[in-house]
């Protein structure tokens, strides 16, 4: 191996940088990172009045664009909020009024209840006066037989009186 070779191999120590130099780098590093900083958070470390008069500075027809835009972006949100109220109170509206319709139709329910249970009562007295008519009607048909036996007996006894009144009579 030649001689440049080998002390290139070799372990070479690290060369000791001056304050100065390690100073100059330090201020390098900051100022980068506070550039970086600055180009993904701008408005990073300002305050109020440095930011107020920064973003009024601001000539960007690009921002302005997109100023105008956030503007009617928030009053169509406005609008949008203005109708979803609206709404809202409507569906309150609808909601109480569901209510009361469903207390009214309890109500009819339980009327329709009382109904069904007038009308059980009713058809039950109707079959027992039903029955009572159907014994009434089997009553009058054997006081109508009895009448008939009867009206037929008279008939009978008049008949046989009339005939011995007048054996009598011819005796």
């Known amino acids: 191996m030649c001689s440049f070779h080998a002390k290139s191999c070799e372990n070479p120590k690290p060369k000791k940088k001056s304050k100065s130099k390690m100073q100059r780098d330090s201020d390098r590093m900051r100022t980068f990172i506070e550039k970086k900083q600055m180009s993904q ?3 990073q470390g300002l ?3 440095e930011l107020s008069v920064f973003t009024c500075s ?3 027809e690009s921002a302005k664009q997109n100023l105008k835009k956030l503007k009617v ?3 169509n949100s406005l609008k949008e909020i203005a109708v979803l109220k609206s709404e809202n109170s409507k569906l309150d509206t609808v909601r109480k009024e569901n209510v009361i319709l469903k ?3 309890d109500k009819v329910n339980l009327e329709r209840l009382e109904h069904g249970r007038i009308i059980q009562t009713i058809e039950h007295e109707l079959a027992e006066h039903r029955s ?3 014994h ?3 009553v009058v048909v054997q006081l109508e037989e009895e009448n008939l036996n009867l009206t037929n007996s008279r008939q009978r ?3 046989e009186f009339k005939n011995t009144d007048l054996q009598y009579n011819r005796i």
């Open 41 to 43: 958070f701008p408005f």
């Open 47 to 49: 305050e109020d009045k």
């Open 58 to 60: 601001i000539q960007d």
């Open 73 to 75: 972006s928030h009053s």
């Open 103 to 105: 207390n009214s139709l």
């Open 132 to 134: 009572r008519t159907e």
């Open 136 to 138: 009434l009607e089997r």
């Open 157 to 159: 006894l008049t008949m």
